[in-house]
């Protein structure tokens, strides 16, 4: 490929998608292009899409617009999740020239002769029962950050979710090379690594192209503490079930990994629970967020929630509402049930008019918001160590403590990408706290 040409990255849904996009991005400078943020000029935008909500679906149409937009005889590309699920729905949309499905995408630059806009976009995508293979990645967010994935594919036959279809079977990256690429992220200055895959608890499972586990997530994490350069490890999102008590233990006494765990929990409603699928009742998800209290009082733990599920009556939801009312929890991730085709959930009765979902998604975003503001009214005067990014929004530059507490001083330059103990004095109208440094 020639060494003028330009290619940009659009990156919908998760952590996993920025760590898979920016592997994929190190494939195209490998070929001699040249990286462009998305809103400047490119010979190729490639988007990797998301198929967890209506709303990502919706936004592809409106990101192909915009690049074309820039350039109007630019090549589009499409990968991701909704590339393999529907990738004829995405060829459709005016201006895409190639969907490439979960096998596929890794291998990109394979599929592009050259960069002329095809009369008839092309489609690549595999049976996601051949998806049994498995692809290190690793991000940048940015200079302070790197998501590394661990993980990917899921067993579990939760009746909302398509991502089952869209990843394929749970499967794990090798320990030696999670190693690997968890030393060659600290070489280049980075201070924190999050952990990110599909189930990351399941983590072991298909290792090394079988389906025992060859190792364990808590033996992972073990070996990552000892890594040399860096400076914390966060883990994403665990499920309850494989959340163990040794996990909880752990990084209770870590050098490296921080007292912030993210947990999904779904539903405050056993009965919507059972039809979910999920595989714990709540009364575990009590017992995961009393164990890390127990041993971590100051740690935040954030809570994904789902609103609107068929037979969620007003009953239920308020089952749920009182549940996560009374939970000392941090923060809540809110998630207004959408259909998805090919899943149990989408022939259930029940279904809840999207008026009621969107009021129940209100409350549990206020409520969110009040557990934050008292996690962090909790927070006041106590000390942590804040890692400082690299934007100047409006005079201030942000950070986040080890446990996960916005923070924000005056704008300098100097301390992007630096770690400072700090004392959390008082929390601003834009509820971020305001800090004192101690060092």
């Given at each position: 490929m020639s060494e003028n040409k330009k290619v940009a990255f659009y990156t919908l849904g998760c952590k996993l998608n920025f760590s898979e996009t920016s592997t994929i991005a190190r494939s195209f400078e490998n070929e001699g292009f040249d990286k462009v943020a998305f809103d400047q000029v490119a010979d190729i935008y490639v988007i990797n899409t998301c198929s967890v909500t209506d709303n990502a679906d919706k936004q592809f149409k409106q990101i192909v617009r915009k690049a074309l937009k820039t350039n109007q005889n630019a090549f589009i590309a499409a990968i991701g999740c909704y590339a393999q699920l529907k990738p004829e729905e995405?060829?459709?949309?005016?201006?895409?020239?190639?969907v490439l499905g979960a096998k596929e995408k890794f291998n990109i630059t394979q599929y592009i002769d050259d960069l002329t806009k095809l009369n008839q976009g092309q489609v690549h995508s595999c049976d996601i029962n051949e998806a049994d293979f498995y692809v290190g990645s690793y991000s940048f967010g940015d200079r302070t950050r790197a998501f590394l994935k661990v993980q990917d594919g899921c067993d579990y036959k939760c009746t909302y979710c398509t991502i089952p279809m869209a990843r394929g079977i749970s499967r794990s990256d090798t320990l030696e090379n999670v190693l690997n690429n968890a030393y060659e992220i600290s070489k280049k200055g980075i201070k924190e690594i999050v952990l990110t895959g599909v189930n990351i608890g399941d983590y072991g499972k298909g290792e090394l192209g079988n389906k025992k586990h060859e190792h364990t997530f808590l033996e992972l994490i073990k070996e990552l503490d000892k890594v040399q350069g860096i400076e914390r490890l966060r883990i994403s999102s665990i499920e309850p079930n494989l959340l163990k008590d040794e996990i909880i233990e752990f990084v209770s006494q870590?050098?490296?990994?921080?007292?912030?765990?993210?947990?999904?929990?779904?539903?405050?409603?056993?009965?919507?629970?059972?039809?979910?699928k999920r595989r714990y009742m709540r009364e575990l998800y009590v017992d995961r967020v009393a164990k890390i209290r127990q041993l971590m009082p100051?740690?935040?733990?954030?809570?994904?929630?789902?609103?609107?599920?068929?037979?969620?009556t007003d009953e239920l939801f308020l089952e749920t509402y009182h549940f996560l009312n009374e939970l000392d929890i941090s923060y809540l991730h809110v998630f207004t049930y959408s259909e998805r085709d090919n899943t149990e959930a989408i022939?259930?009765?029940?279904?809840?008019?999207?008026?009621?979902?969107?009021?129940?998604?209100?409350?549990?975003?206020?409520?969110?918001a009040k557990k934050r503001n008292a996690f962090y009214q909790s927070q006041l005067a106590t000390e942590h160590i804040a890692l400082?990014?690299?934007?100047?929004?409006?005079?201030?530059?942000?950070?986040?403590?080890e446990n996960y507490v916005k923070v924000k001083a005056t704008w300098n330059p100097e301390l992007v990408n630096t770690l400072h103990r700090v004392k959390l004095t008082r929390i601003d109208n834009d509820g971020i706290l305001r800090i004192e440094f101690l060092e």
């Open positions: 995405l060829i459709a949309v005016d201006g895409v020239d190639l870590s050098k490296t990994f921080v007292p912030h765990f993210h947990i999904p929990l779904q539903s405050g409603s056993n009965t919507i629970l059972r039809k979910m100051d740690a935040c733990i954030g809570v994904d929630v789902i609103v609107g599920f068929p037979g969620e022939q259930m009765e029940g279904i809840v008019p999207h008026s009621v979902r969107a009021k129940r998604s209100r409350m549990l975003r206020g409520l969110s400082f990014e690299g934007e100047n929004k409006k005079g201030y530059i942000h950070g986040f403590t």
